[in-house]
């Protein structure tokens, strides 16, 4: 299996790389590109993707914890 890559971005979406399935809540296969965005604001027009809404509105910087 190929490595996948999602990324938090700040004040953004997910970004998503790599071979992934996207299914919805009743178990349909959502097309998808090999790179694509989640919305992760609720702004979107075009969920579950993003379609940029966020900009000036939403913030949100995730940083991964140092483990011990």
Do not use: W
């Not at 296969?29 to 509105?57: A, E, W, Y």
């Amino acid at each position: 299996m190929d490595k996948v890559q999602i990324k938090v971005n700040d004040n953004g979406s997910y970004r998503i790389t790599g071979n992934v399935e996207l299914i919805d809540g009743e178990g349909n296969v959502i097309p998808t590109k090999q790179t694509f965005s989640l919305c992760r604001c609720g702004l979107s027009k075009r969920k579950p993707f993003c379609d940029g809404s966020h900009k000036g509105v939403f913030e949100s910087s995730v940083r991964a914890e140092e483990i011990d």
